[in-house]
């Protein structure tokens, strides 16, 4: 990833509606909600669940498709993985003891992202 895309990336995380939206997407893994379900769990208005969703669309933190009349969001966890890689890359200045705890809730996390491989 490069730093274009990692700002992009991190700019549309630093929202607390988007950020709120992108973790139920995360916790929801592949399968995705419904705008519409997302709306309702988080009692925001339709038009501004729609501008996060395009936000975080654009930054390529979540992809959508349509199934019947609802359009599903799903989180993109190639590129989720991708930030966090980026984030770390530089890491610890060659003491990998500094970032063990950050490896450990990666390793841990692991599982969302290899279901959408």
Known sequence: MDMKHAVAGLSALAHEGRLT?????????????????????????????SANLN????????NSHRQGRSIIYSATFATM??????????????SPEICASLEDVV???RCNADVSA
């Open 55 to 62: 936000i975080l669309s654009n930054a390529g933190l979540i």
């Open 81 to 94: 993985t991708d930030l966090l890689a980026f984030l770390m890359q530089d890491c610890c200045g060659g």
């Open 107 to 109: 390793l841990r996390s």
């Open 21 to 49: 939206v992108f973790r139920m997407l995360v916790q929801a893994g592949p399968a995705g909600i419904a705008a519409g379900e997302i709306a309702r769990r988080l009692d925001v208005p339709p038009n501004t669940l």
